[in-house]
């Protein structure tokens, strides 16, 4: 079963990064630029997991995960935050958000598709 | 490799639009009452690149991007104001962030002392702003540890492996985190025993989401350090209770009292032996849906610039093939046959449509060229230490991107040239009567399928008398000759004048005018120069909207075909004797709205001369050139007026003089295209070729 993941970032080439080491590795991808059309691709995506950056136009990171776990329909997907901080402060953030799990830029592709498959038990 | 060096380009590609938007932002933020959300977009595009840089190791970006986000984070977050000195350092580092940009793309080296002192003025208002929690940023955080297994735990001769204890909070539930997926990760380190200890699972009625209610002891025989457990579990230890002890030390021994206070040893657990089981996350039945992923992919797609210059070339051939099948059509004596007609004009029709468009896939807003000359203003303002305000007017004008590309360089020396010698100091203006700050406009606007740029200053308008003298000091005119206004303009142009003897400051300026004049026309274009004493200057550019095709005019020429790009065409008129008067010994003006116009026998100008040319006989064609000096061109006749394509001729054979390229005919003939402008300049220095007295009248 392919696992698809929707990954939202308001650099294209970050989301040409993230599309080529998913793709890579055998994911389907759907990408969405910023914060609200990303949320507005979920009704069709049904994504297995998501990627989000932090900083983006629209709605960021953080109101990506409160809007996907205010909502029934994706209960538990797993939500990665790809940023390029680490700072504790976002990392508390996000989980206070209910982020799953982040990931610092500059990301491996191998180390990319390790965290994916742990968090969905892969 | 490759799918990564066009992902680099995209990467470039994309700073130079946030760096456009960051250059636009900020100039936003130096009003009074900006909008908020500027600096957020001001923020995240610095952040973009951070990003994106970081992806490509381009460390020296990474690091100069890294601490002028962290002051704009203190912008973004009131802790800085964005007073002008501190405005004055974000435009200059936005400036450096583009020249590092610049010199990443070309592997090149940047300005590094100038990259340094901004390092240093961001460093001290990031002291300033009371910078105690900046973004943290590791560049390089990319450690997967002892993935490669080489540090295992030194482990005694027995049992390798751990004991963990692992006690999830509600809060690891509601983060999307599952346990079973990490059992399955610590599985694969090696063969875990899971069992779970479900005594405290409270009665339903007492149930609290936010109560830890399952305990898990996993005991793994493993060979792996203790820092990939620790990976493992990296995104949950702060919603757990995590106890990792080597079996060695205390084989499967239970947690400490003091850690887990309210135990109770004396229950057997529930043993579970892990199989890899489905993930619970794949296995839901979920709605159809459909293959193709969908999502966000934009209305915009990213095409080589040399795929559309392809699609350019074939629909110069196109407009070929066009017009040969035209002519086949008339040497067949079909062209009378209205359903043949009627299919030629459609095939016409179209290939005009399809031109057009890919004319407009080429274009490209004049922003990305408006938006630099800011930075120019800006530093040449620095060098000259006037105060000067750029307004942009018509930034959307669309333009080819060759153009775009090849207009920097001109433009930016006229920019310089207007705030360097076009305004005055901030006293002499103010004793004028005028704001200190001086007023440089940079305007385009389609005009008449022409581009019509124009770079005016309100200055105190050229200095004529100081031109001429330096003119005349340096040879290009001779003393005493008498020149109008316009013709004193004109030397501004010359090859040889610059009387830019004070400004050293202003870096990259070893060109004169001359050479602005020279690429300008080298695109199809034109110089004009208008300037009112005590109001200023205006330099206006005209160029063709594109560089492929050429809207002509087929002239006659001893036989020959000749193209005459139709932009330099006043009037034509079938000469007639009451507009001819004789000057000299043979020569002859036209007598044209007032003026007198020398008159150019064409086919003498490209040494065609068997056929004597009679002015009676022959169409003059005036024309005008960039000094709004007049010619008559004489011509056999005029054949036809139609779209030409541009076939560059002189990477095989070099400048020909007065022919600015070549094009091929719908009979398949090469017709040259004529540059006007030289065949005025070439034949006003040549006496002998104007036209005689005596073939005039024969």
């Known amino acids: 079963m392919t696992i698809r993941i929707l990954a939202i970032d308001d650099s294209p080439t970050i989301r040409a990064l993230v599309a080529k080491a998913l793709r890579g590795a055998g994911f389907e991808v759907v990408l969405a630029s910023d914060g609200v059309s990303g949320i507005e691709s979920l009704p069709e995506a049904q994504p297995d997991l998501i990627i989000t950056d932090i900083n983006m136009p629209r709605m960021d990171g953080f109101g990506v995960i409160e809007a996907v776990r205010a909502d029934d329909r994706y209960p538990d997907v797993p939500i990665l935050v790809l940023t390029t901080e680490s700072g504790a402060d976002l990392k508390a953030r996000a989980r206070r958000a209910g982020a799953t799990g982040w990931i610092v830029k500059p990301f491996e592709d191998a180390r990319l598709i390790a965290i994916i498959n742990r968090v969905l038990g892969r | ?698």
Not at chain 2, 118 to 134: N, Q, V
Not at chain 2, 573 to 598: E, F, K, T
Request: charged share 25%; with cysteine.
């Open chain 2, 1 to 698: 490799m490759a799918e990564m060096d066009e992902i680099q380009e995209m990467f470039f590609d994309e700073c130079g639009e946030l760096l456009e938007g960051l250059a636009n932002g900020l100039r936003q933020m130096d009003q009074p009452g900006y909008d908020k959300e500027t600096v957020h977009a001001v923020f995240r595009a610095v952040h973009s690149i951070k990003g994106g840089a970081a992806a490509f190791g381009l460390n020296d970006l990474v690091t100069f991007a890294h601490r002028f986000e962290t002051v704009l984070d203190l912008l973004r977050s009131d802790r800085l104001e964005a007073d002008p000195a501190l405005m004055s350092i974000m435009h200059r580092s936005s400036d450096c962030l583009a020249d590092l940009v610049t010199a990443a793309r070309q592997s090149s080296e940047p300005d590094h002392a100038k990259r340094e002192a901004l390092l240093t003025e961001l460093d001290r208002i990031m002291a300033d702003g009371g910078d105690d929690d900046a973004i943290e940023f590791t560049p390089m955080v990319i450690d997967i540890g002892a993935l490669d297994g080489e540090d295992p735990l030194p482990g005694l001769a027995g049992e390798a492996g751990f004991n963990i204890h692992f006690i999830p909070d509600g809060d690891l539930y509601r983060s999307g985190n599952e346990p079973a997926a990490l059992f399955l990760a610590l599985a694969k380190l090696g063969e875990a025993e899971i069992r779970v200890d479900s005594d405290f699972v409270p009665p339903l009625s007492d149930w609290s989401e936010d109560q830890p209610q399952l305990r898990w002891t996993i005991i793994l025989h493993t060979n792996c350090a203790a820092d990939e457990i620790a990976e493992i579990f990296e995104f949950v230890e702060d919603c757990c209770e995590l106890h990792v002890t080597p079996l060695t030390a205390e084989p499967d021994g239970p947690p400490k009292p003091d850690e887990i206070s309210d135990s109770s040893p004396g229950d057997i657990p529930e043993t579970a032996q892990i199989n890899p089981p489905e993930p619970a996350q794949t296995d839901s039945a979920r709605p159809s849906r459909p293959a193709a992923s969908g999502g966000d992919s934009g209305a915009t797609i990213r095409v080589s610039l040399a795929r559309v210059d392809r699609l350019m070339n074939m629909i110069g051939e196109l407009v070929i093939k066009e017009a040969m099948l035209a002519q086949v059509i008339q040497t067949a004596g079909m062209s009378e046959d209205p359903d043949v007609l009627a299919g030629l004009d459609a095939i016409g029709q179209l290939a005009g449509d399809i031109q057009e468009s890919v004319m407009a896939i080429r274009a490209q807003p004049l922003k990305l060229v408006f938006q630099r000359m800011h930075r120019i203003v800006r530093e040449a303002a620095d060098a000259t230490g006037k105060q000067v305000n750029l307004v942009t007017v018509g930034e959307e004008t669309e333009v080819d991107k060759t153009m775009i590309e090849r207009l920097i360089d001109p433009l930016t020396h006229m920019i310089r040239n207007s705030v360097d010698h076009g305004l005055e100091d901030g006293e002499t203006r103010q004793a004028r009567g005028k704001p200190a700050e001086g007023r440089i406009t940079l305007s385009a606007a389609h005009r008449s399928g022409r581009v019509q740029i124009e770079v005016s200053d309100d200055g105190g308008g050229i200095n004529r008398p100081k031109v001429r003298e330096i003119a005349e000091e340096r040879g290009l005119v001779a003393s005493g000759a008498s020149l109008n206004p316009a013709e004193i303009d004109q030397l501004l142009f010359m090859p040889g004048f610059s009387s830019k003897t004070e400004v050293s400051a202003l870096s990259g300026r070893g060109v004169g005018l001359d050479v602005v004049r020279r690429e300008i026309m080298d695109l199809g274009g034109r110089v004009m120069i208008h300037s009112e004493i005590g109001q200023g200057t205006t330099f206006s550019i005209a160029l063709p909207l594109t560089l492929a095709v050429l809207e002509g005019m087929l002239i006659q020429l001893c036989g020959e075909t000749m193209v005459l790009p139709i932009n330099a065409v006043q009037e034509t008129m079938r000469a007639n004797p009451s507009m001819l008067h004789g000057v000299g010994q043979d020569g002859r003006l036209l007598s044209n709205r007032g003026d007198l116009i020398p008159i150019i026998d064409l086919a003498g100008e490209f040494g065609l001369r068997d056929c004597p040319a009679t002015i009676e006989g022959g169409v003059l064609i005036v024309i005008e050139a960039d000094n709004q000096k007049r010619s008559a061109l004489l011509v056999d006749g005029i054949i036809d007026q139609r779209q030409v394509v541009i076939k560059s001729l002189e990477e095989n054979y070099g400048h020909v003089p007065g022919v600015s390229a070549a094009t091929i005919l719908g009979d398949g003939k090469i017709a040259l295209i004529i540059d006007p402008e030289e065949v005025v300049r070439t034949s006003s220095g040549d006496h002998d070729r104007a036209v005689p007295a005596a073939a005039a009248q024969g």
